[in-house]
């Protein structure tokens, strides 16, 4: 209840936050689609500046051991 995110009848609103470094609310997205949430939270990450994975060049699976 302390975010808003509850309708009248007490259900949990489909809202997305989105929080900056510093542990604060960067922005709200009130308008969640379930078919569009990830490609929009994409959109919306890249807007924001948030670098992605490939930016980072942190691979998404770390290179196993070698066995020899």
């Known amino acids: 209840a302390d975010y808003g995110v509850l309708s009248a009848m007490g259900f949990a609103k489909r809202w997305?936050?989105?929080?900056?470094?510093q542990g604060?609310?960067?922005?709200?997205?009130?308008?969640?689609?379930?078919?569009?949430?990830?490609?929009?939270?994409v959109a919306s990450l890249e807007e924001m500046g948030v670098r992605t994975?490939?930016?980072t060049h942190i691979p998404l699976i770390p290179d196993e051991?070698?066995?020899?």
């Open 53 to 55: 994975v490939e930016q």
């Open 16 to 21: 997305t936050f989105y929080i900056d470094g």
């Open 65 to 68: 051991p070698n066995s020899d």
């Open 24 to 41: 604060t609310i960067a922005r709200i997205d009130k308008d969640v689609n379930p078919r569009s949430a990830g490609a929009d939270l």
